[in-house]
């Protein structure tokens, strides 16, 4: 009976050094160009399954970008394929603007997004109260405001990188020219 309690004690240890080790992280940048394949008609797929971990995501949502004389309008959510479905990331375009409020995000501490678009000013966070690897963007131009809210990332990536990558990728195509401060209606 020892010798079938030692031996079945050895083959648990066995077993739970055995056990299959996680992937490696993908460091891989996030593309400096936006390219096809494309969720929500403007979000580059490659970009969104690197910052999220997360191969063919689900996403729901659409932009009109000739709403409000071109300061255009829309979001996009992106959700995990399957299982319980948690949204992964949250990008939305509004017609509110804000760059005060901007201003004093930056003043109480968020970080100054680099200059994305001629006239832009923005600012990003990394970090939640419940997941370390959130992060988000916000980039205000004239009356447009673009955000980027990551629920959840890849641990082990720099999240606020991707976050600030994809704004690079996504702003300049949805925060047009009609966005500009002074831009004059024809």
Known sequence: MMKI??????ALVLVGCTSPQKPPVDRTPLPTVAAPPYICDHIPLRAVELMTGVRNPSALGDFDLSFGDGVGVG???IYQPTGEKK???DIDLTPKGGEDWVKDQIAAGDKPLPEIVPGGIGFY???GRTEKTQAGAVLVRGKAQLFIGM?????GRNNAADVI???KLIAPKLINDATAPGKKKD
């Open 151 to 155: 629920s959840k990332g890849v641990e």
């Open 5 to 10: 309690t030692i031996a079945l004690g050895m």
């Open 165 to 167: 990558a994809l704004m």
């Open 87 to 89: 949204k992964l990331l």
């Open 125 to 127: 966070t990394q970090g």
């Open 75 to 77: 979001g996009c959510h």
